[in-house]
């Protein structure tokens, strides 16, 4: 018999006194979820033929822990009868407890045999799970925090690309890269599907946040990016269903049920009054579009505050103003939206962005050099040859985006002095995307101290040679030669300088931070295979470290 529960439970926001839960169901339905003598339900929305539900439990116990079953018309379909995972909970925040979360980026969907994992490595995502399942001594992260690239809309698998030679020749754009909603729809379900990581996603809550791989490679690299996709046949159909579909499979769960409140889709989802279910399916490709078109009229980024900690969660990438005169990484609304959040008054501040705040030094001399010759600094001929090295390479992060960069860095030196409010211990940037993880920390005698966490990859790990290049622009020679090219362009040195503390190290890794009395403290768990046994991988440790305060 086919089940009417397509994909999910995914425990989405949770806080004290309310969880989301999303789900997608085969057919217009009613979805319930009950948690001992409590039930709570909603019914089914649809997007392009896909139907949908988020349910909302609320009246919560702070601190509180339940088990819970998710129905579809009345029939169980979560947990599963022969499930070998424990029951799925709703764990409701408790009040004063430290926040311990868990976080990463980059996450292929391809299958956990011995084939996937000699291509791809092993999935630190579903080693975790696998770890959290047969261990009942393991504490759970408050939050697992999705740092971008989710899914890949452009680098497809085998599984993939025979669903889209299914339904379209793919010999003709966009080729073996995804071209609608309805793709979009089967590769969320290929990433969100395996057992184990299906059982964590419906315990776990999660936050998201995309990056150019979501849409598409350098996603709003450069206004010559954007002209260029946009001059395509296909361009259009893929940005408006991929916004449209992080919006449903992402960025609604992120949202408080505050929040939602004040979501334009959101609002005619629950407005809706008729028995039969709501079609949204043209008023989100409207405003996906609109949100490209014009990126002040939709906020994809988030604010959570965890007791004593902050989570800054930052769109840095369909926020971009891209015009010559204002390129930004984050446009003017977005940077006044940023600048109100960049406060002190917490026990730490922690900013996530999909793309490293502070690359290695000469990486981030290299990115700075990059986008002034790009934007005319040495003339039309070399700007032309810079954007094709930009595009080639990927010298998009915050160092290519010079204002940017420094409006940032200024705010969190400004936290960090104590003038917006007493300062933190740390403020701690926690980002992905570099496909390899390291630990970098800002010079610093006094104040907050201030650092940068990178974890990527989940499952999609660099080659050999590229590996090379990133360890180069780590350490040794490229930062003082990156610093001279720099200021061949007239690039200007960056307002404090920083060093790499830990890493660069190249394997598939979940992060995780806990505030403890002794500080932050971060550490990076990997899978290992032993004996053979492929589909049964190991959780092991590979460096930890503690942010002490001064």
Known sequence: MTSSLVLGPMMRYVDETSASIWVETRAASRVTVRAGDRQWETRSFTVHGHHYALVEADGLEPGSVLPYALEIDGIQCWPEADSEFPPP?????????????????????????????????VDALRAYALAMASDTDLPWP????????????????????????????????P?????????????????????????????????????DHDV????????SWKREMEAT?????????????????????????QARLEDPIWQRITGH??????????ALDELADRADQEPESYRWSFCRDFGNTRLIVVDSRAARDLTPDDRALVDKVEMAWLDSKMRGGFRNLLVATS?????????????????????????????RVGEKLRQAVDLEHWAAFQKSFRQVADMAAEVADGKRGPSPEAIAFLSGDVHFSYVAEVDRSSGSRIIQAVCSPIRNPLPRLMRYFGAVMA??????????????????????????????????????????????????????????KELHPQLQQVTALTVAPR
């Open 233 to 257: 046949t296909w361009w259009h159909e893929r940005i408006v269903s991929g916004l449209a579909s992080y919006w449903v499979y992402q960025h609604l769960g992120n949202l408080s049920p």
């Open 216 to 223: 598409r490679d350098d996603w709003n690299s450069s206004l």
């Open 142 to 173: 408050d939050l697992v925090a999705f740092l971008g690239d989710q899914v890949y809309a452009d680098l497809t698998s085998e599984q993939m690309q025979q669903f889209i030679r299914a339904r379209r020749n793919i010999e003709e754009p």
């Open 355 to 383: 793309l490293p705040f502070l690359l290695p030094m000469g990486l981030h001399h290299v990115e700075s050099w990059n986008e002034a010759v790009s934007e005319g600094a040495w003339g039309k001929l070399p700007a």
């Open 475 to 532: 350490w040794g020679l490229a930062s003082p030669v990156g610093a001279l090219v720099a200021r061949s362009a007239h690039v200007p040195n960056p307002p404090f300088r920083w060093t790499c503390v830990e890493g660069p190290w190249f394997n598939n890794n979940l992060a995780s931070l806990e505030v403890t009395p002794g500080g932050l403290k971060l550490w990076w768990q990997t899978g290992v295979v032993e004996d053979g």
């Open 89 to 121: 909970v709703i764990a409701a925040l408790k009040p004063g407890k430290p926040l311990r979360l868990a976080y990463g980026s980059c996450r292929t969907s391809v299958p956990h045999d011995s084939t996937g994992n000699r291509t791809h490595g």
């Open 273 to 282: 009054q008729g028995g039969d279910e709501i079609d949204v399916s043209t």
């Open 175 to 211: 080729g073996e890269e995804l071209k609608d909603y309805e793709e979009y729809a089967h590769l969320y379900n290929l990433a969100w599907s395996d057992p184990a990581n299906r059982w964590l996603l419906s315990t776990l809550p999660s936050a998201m946040i995309f990056d």
